[in-house]
Antibody
Framework: QVQLVQSGAEVKKPGASVKVSCKAS????????IHWVRQAPGQGLEWMGI????????GYAPKFQARVAMTRDTSTSTVYMEVSSLRSDDAAVYYC???????????WGQGTLVTVSS | SSELTQDPAVSVALGQTVRITCQGD??????ASWYQQRPGQAPILVIS???NRPSGIPGRFSGSTSGNIASLTISGAQAEDEADYYC???????????FGGGTKLTVL
């Protein structure tokens, strides 16, 4: 069965960076793109960007273009999302989600809580 | 426009039908999909605008689009349907995706 398993919760100081992983299993990793979505406490879902698991090509929401980097490791079927220069308003649950052939977010990771606190 | 607009909250009596809407210019060009999120859980896909449901999603969930408005209809709402619902589509450029602000559904 398709699974996306994310890394554990992180606590970071303002100005630091955080790197969240998303390990895929149950399907051919390179056949699907992966999205990253975040959700601040009590807020809605916010699309951050997408990575082509085959080529590594990325596309980011304008808001995140300067501070977010998405990469992948095909040998381990893992996608990574790094946010640099963390601010307090980056505190959120970060999700990875698979992009289906019909352009749907068909499978989601369990989420990774990132806390930003001095 | 890159925005999708949803009503913040909707309520429905148990067993009745409710429609949750999502409005945006990009919906004239791109299909919408709908996601259910219960408290403390990751979102799950419930329907596409082409009215396709993943396995395990009850048949009372259906989707449609007319012009720039996508709709999620729950026919005979159940207590377990109480959740936040988000629409999603590509933005007008086609290169990015965007979520609506979400609708909190209360089943009375």
């Amino acid at each position: 069965q398709v699974q996306l398993v994310q890394s554990g919760a992180e606590v970071k100081k303002p100005g630091a960076s955080v790197k969240v992983s998303c390990k895929a299993s149950g399907y051919t990793f390179t056949n699907y793109y992966i999205h990253w979505v975040r959700q601040a406490p009590g807020q809605g879902l916010e699309w951050m960007g997408i990575i082509n698991s085959y080529s590594g090509e990325t596309g980011y929401a304008p808001k995140f273009q300067a501070r977010v980097a998405m990469t992948r490791d095909t040998s381990t079927s893992t996608v990574y999302m790094e946010v640099s220069s963390l601010r307090s308003d980056d505190a959120a649950v970060y999700y990875c989600a698979r992009n289906s052939y019909e352009d749907l977010f068909d499978y989601w990771g369990q989420g990774t809580l990132v806390t930003v606190s001095s | 426009s890159s925005e999708l607009t949803q009503d913040p909250a909707v309520s429905v009596a148990l067993g009745q039908t409710v429609r949750i809407t999502c409005q945006g210019d990009s919906l004239r060009s791109y299909s919408a999909s709908w996601y259910q999120q219960r408290p403390g859980q990751a979102p799950i896909l419930v329907i596409s605008a082409k009215n396709n449901r993943p396995s395990g999603i009850p048949g009372r969930f259906s989707g449609s689009t007319s012009g720039n408005i996508a709709s999620l209809t729950i026919s005979g709402a159940q207590a377990e349907d109480e959740a936040d619902y988000y629409c999603n589509s590509r933005d007008s450029s086609g290169h990015h995706w965007v979520f609506g602000g979400g609708t909190k559904l209360t089943v009375l």
